[in-house]
């Protein structure tokens, strides 16, 4: 008859914060700043802990501005942050939030800022992009009601 015996986990605690083995996943976890955490050697997990708290970014004020893409008509969005640039280093690229969501978009050419004189031009381009869309509209009623070519063909 094999006997087992029960065993206490391994716990340490290091700068007042308590670190446990957990057997069976082979890991060490503890509660640091309210977060659970793991790591694979209590070596890192007491690094951790002596880890200073990264820095808070400092707060992006949201900025007003026009978002003007392809064939689309203006809309206006909310640039909520600077971002990383996708595909070239030296192009500036932003956070914005619009009525479809939230995206990364390259700020020249396509970015607008949000002023008296960008306000009326954006309007205006809203207001001839419906006068477009009302002629497109108006061109595809006249020509679904064109009537076909009868022809008789002779047998």
Not at 27 to 35: E, G, H, M
Not at 47 to 61: G, M, Q, T, Y
Request: glycine share 4%.
């Amino acid at each position: 008859m094999t006997q087992q015996l029960a065993t206490q986990p391994l716990t340490y605690t290091h700068n007042g914060v308590e670190i446990t083995y957990d057997e069976v996943a082979n890991l060490w976890r503890f509660t640091l700043r309210n977060r659970d955490r793991s790591t694979a050697s209590l070596t890192d997990a007491k690094e951790a802990i002596d880890k200073r708290p990264p820095e808070k970014a400092k707060p992006f004020d949201k900025i007003e501005a026009w978002w003007v893409n392809y064939n689309n008509p203006p809309q206006r969005v909310q640039i909520t942050g600077i971002a990383e640039g996708s595909y070239s280093r030296h192009k500036l690229w932003v956070w914005i939030k619009s009525n479809k969501g939230r995206s990364k978009e390259q700020v020249e050419g396509s970015i607008y800022q949000s002023d008296a004189t960008n306000d009326a031009i954006c309007e205006e381009i809203i207001e001839k992009e419906k006068e477009i869309n009302s002629l497109r509209a108006k061109i595809q009623n006249l020509r679904s009601s064109l009537q076909p070519l009868k022809l008789e063909i002779p047998e």
